[in-house]
């Protein structure tokens, strides 16, 4: 992975931290999470009209990714009713790196050396670390279902965008129909749910909400343009560093203590990004 990459992967990784900051933010988090995908889907349609539209074979992939990245959201959505930034993001995001080098070496045959798996490694323990304040400060443990299948949902949609964005070869356009059908998914799911209470208001929140959706979809799109050029599962394990940038955010803007736990954990966190590197 050059340097070029790499860089443009942990800015990625900083946007990715921002929005769920934003989303942290609002009074409800499931207006919050309606706004950023209603957002999301417009930004997306307007980028995939500007494009050539995808082939047959590029649909199953769009359609798989949009379910899954509903799923993922309504699972962060309800993990974040229960939990703060530094727990849940922590969570949802930790594991998905080592699930993402297991599927891509058993099914689609990428080749990692062993200091890049060592540095996957690392950087997942890390960042599973600065969750045991879940077990131990009493917190509540309705969040972690939800997390550990938000964390499911991000490997799933991990693989399935970094190949599927291959076989369609304009990753652009990619992106853009994907976020269309996930804010069409999530909306529908949502409205069934919760009826039109999900809906906010004119608001603040449609203010926050669309900064968040345009950090989201930038960071995202550079995500997928960066499994295009390199290794899926390094490029997911290396913008896993938003835990690092989901933690400062959570003590700098939220109050949240910082405790040397979580310390010791972004520093692993950083050498297991080193590690990639060698």
């Given at each position: ?126 960042i599973l670390m600065l969750a045991t304040g879940v ?144």
């Amino acid at each position: 992975m050059s340097l070029y990459i790499l860089f443009a992967v942990l800015g990625a990784a900083l946007l990715h931290a921002a929005w769920n900051g934003l989303v942290r933010l609002g009074a409800s988090r499931v207006h919050a999470m309606m706004v950023l995908s209603a957002v999301q889907g417009l930004i997306g349609l307007a980028m995939a009209l500007s494009h050539a539209v995808p082939g047959a074979r590029v649909w199953p992939w769009l359609i798989a990714s949009g379910l899954v990245h509903s799923a993922y959201k309504t699972f962060l959505t309800h993990a974040y009713e229960h939990g703060d930034l530094s727990r849940v993001y922590p969570l949802a995001r930790g594991t998905a790196p080592m699930i993402v080098l297991v599927v891509e070496s058993l099914f689609f045959g990428e080749a990692l050396s062993w200091p890049e798996m060592g540095g996957i490694m690392l950087l997942g323990l890390g960042i599973l670390m600065l969750a045991t304040g879940v077990f131990t400060d009493g917190e509540s443990r309705r969040l972690l279902p939800y997390a550990f299948a938000a964390a499911a949902a991000t490997a799933g949609y991990s693989v399935l965008d970094g190949e599927g964005a291959r076989v369609a070869g304009d990753t652009a356009a990619f992106v853009g129909w994907m976020f269309v059908l996930d804010g069409v998914v999530f909306a529908g799911v949502m409205s069934l749910l919760r009826g039109g209470a999900a809906w906010p208001a004119p608001g603040r929140v449609w203010a926050a909400g669309s900064l968040g959706a345009a950090a989201s979809y930038a960071s995202y799109a550079v995500a997928v343009w960066a499994m295009t050029q390199a290794p899926v599962a390094l490029v997911a394990a290396i913008r896993e560093t938003s835990i690092v940038f989901g933690v400062l955010i959570g003590w700098l803007a939220f109050g949240e203590r910082m405790t040397p736990a979580k310390a010791v954990s972004a520093l692993m966190i950083a050498g297991g990004v080193i590690l990639t590197r060698l």
